[in-house]
């Protein structure tokens, strides 16, 4: 029988803990840092003030410098979100609690210890993604709940209108995804429905084939690098595959074909195109 698995800890819960960890153990560091640096520096002990003032100078900037990558390392993320505002949260919560800290905790560093570490974690706990919806709600809670949630719904998929004619070859067993349109142009790429999803990029791309539908322009010259493959139809091998122009009246297409694709997957591509309605480029109607 397999062991019980252990209960997930709620991502908020381990974000405060680690907050507050990393604020447990920040004013050791910075008092061990500022400690040498007090060794070193020329001042007066009997001065309080200029002391005061080298510790200050010297424990700001660690926590702001230090503390972003701590946070980050025990994945508190937005790291930043925490370590720019948990500083002056500390401060605050240092004047407010000043004299009960002194009196419960008499050593001043684990006092500084307690306080960063709430402070921290206190952040952390109202800067967590979807905390702020929450705190929102709390007036409204008081006067009668909060307005009741409405589902996201996806937006409507905007109508393909690129200006010129949806042209689509008809291949059976192929599905037409990422379409995209723009004014003269139209985008969309023709992969089988039998390929397997555990298939690597490498090789869903080399079994795919890209059309672009333009607005007609010249065809390919004699001097260029396509060769002549049929009436009003050019081609031309590159890596990966091969790419097909066709002049038609009504547009230029260009089918780009993996070298996966078979010959006549490809010759059927070129010589079936035709317009289309455009449900033909939606998923449903290509499966």
Known sequence: MAPPSRPAVPPALRRTLAAALVGLALPPLAWALTA?????????????FGQGAV????AAPFLL?????????????????????????????????????WQLVPNRLVAVCLVLGLAYALTALFTTPGMLWWAQQVPLMAVGGPPPLVAPTAPPRRPLDPGIPLIAPDLPGYVVERVASRPGELRYVLRPAALHRAATPGERSASAVTVVVRSRVDPPGEDGPY?????????????????????????????RAGSRVPEAVLRRATSTLAPRPPSHFTPTAQD
């Open 36 to 48: 040498a640096g007090l060794a070193v520096l020329p001042y007066d002990p009997s001065a309080r």
């Open 227 to 255: 060769e002549q493959a049929g009436p009003r139809t050019w081609s031309r091998a590159v890596d990966g595959g091969t790419i097909h122009v066709v002049d038609r009246d009504d547009a230029t297409v260009v089918v």
């Open 55 to 58: 510790i200050l100078l010297g």
């Open 65 to 101: 410098v230090t503390a972003w990558p701590s946070l980050w390392a025990v994945r508190v993320r937005p790291a930043w979100h925490v370590a720019l505002p948990a500083p002056p949260a500390a401060f605050l919560l240092w004047t407010l609690l000043d004299t009960v800290a």
